[in-house]
């Protein structure tokens, strides 16, 4: 098997790209770089969704202000990755005004999936708009009709119908049928930010504006890796993809990290990257780290959603 395959794009995130008629005011160019208390507005992301069995297996994440008002070729496109299992119709005829969060994060699977879009979000308006939708109250959230929940044909990019959400606040909350949506609010309980492997992923990403985790076996791999593009200055910058991966032991990471290198200098990635560095960090997660320019903001994202990082080499669980 090949050590970098190129996956399928994901189409949620290229579909949802243009949604961008809610966008809130401009901020600088670094005014959602960190959360309150100084940590990344990932760590902030990942603080909003509780660790359980449902949750952890996998992240997207995308910081939805900045890349709604940093323009450039390639960034819009990557604006929901934090949202890639609401339906199209959900967000584009319900008339949600995602565009107004701050950022979007995804944890888990379908069906037991959570997605929080946070801040910009009002109580009235998210239930006039899924009532638009047919979709009916119950207790405090909404439940789609059973035609919304029926999973799109491959040919249509794989896009998972949303099954429930509710407003929270300033922040939407939504699921697939058999979500809990107390794990996007998880007030008291622990938190994925909290949970050593994925918090040692994140602070090993930095300053990313997307970014995808893995921590189950799929498609072949052991995946507890998780990849990202970091912040830019402005929309002329090159992307700078970062992947940091967990392995076993001290070895492992040194044999991965060769992996890697081979990797980047050869087929499609030669082409796709540049100004390589791959770093062994160490640490007891003996984490890899690689930073390369990208050709586009969605390079290494893309990549990684179709399982083509990083070699097969023991990678333990989460």
């Known amino acids: 098997m090949s050590l970098w395959r190129l996956g399928p794009l994901v189409a949620v995130v290229v579909l949802l790209g243009g949604c961008d008629a809610n966008a809130p005011a401009a901020p600088s160019a670094t005014s959602s770089a960190t ?25 997207d994440f995308s910081d939805v202000a900045f890349l709604g008002t940093i323009g450039g070729p390639g960034w819009a496109g990557i604006r929901y990755q934090g949202a890639r299992n609401v339906s199209l119709k ?8 995602i565009g107004a969060a701050q950022y979007a994060v995804t944890a888990g699977e379908e069906p037991r999936h959570v997605i929080v879009f ?10 006039a708009a899924l009532r638009k939708l047919g979709w009916t109250a119950d207790g405090d959230r909404f439940v789609a009709p059973a035609a919304a ?24 909350l939504v699921g697939g049928q058999a979500s809990d949506l107390a794990d996007a609010a998880p007030a008291g309980r622990a938190t994925l930010a909290q949970r050593p492997a994925v918090a040692a992923l994140a602070g090993c990403l930095g300053d990313v504006v997307a970014a995808l985790g893995r921590f189950r076996p799929a498609g072949g791999y052991l995946a507890v890796a998780a990849a990202g593009v970091r912040r830019p200055a402005s929309a002329e910058e090159k992307p700078r993809a970062v992947l940091c991966t967990a392995t076993k032991s001290a070895s ?24 390589v560095t791959v770093t062994v960090l160490g640490g007891p997660e003996h984490l890899v780290r690689a930073e390369a320019t990208a050709a586009a903001p969605g390079t290494m994202l893309f990549t990684f959603a179709g399982y083509g990082l990083p070699g097969e080499t023991g990678q333990p669980e989460v």
């Open 90 to 97: 959900l967000v584009g005829d319900a008339g949600l005004p």
């Open 149 to 172: 929940m029926t999973p799109a044909p491959p040919n249509d990019g794989g896009l998972i119908p949303a099954g429930q959400a509710r407003a929270s606040g300033a922040d939407l």
């Open 252 to 275: 492992d990471a040194e044999a991965v990290a060769e992996q890697l290198r081979q990797g980047f200098r050869t087929g499609r990635s030669a082409q796709q990257y540049g100004d």
């Open 118 to 127: 946070a801040g910009g979000q009002d109580v009235a308006a998210v239930a």
């Open 35 to 59: 959360a309150p208390g100084g940590g990344s507005r990932l760590l902030e992301a990942l603080a909003h969704v509780a660790d359980s069995d449902a949750t952890r297996a996998r992240f």
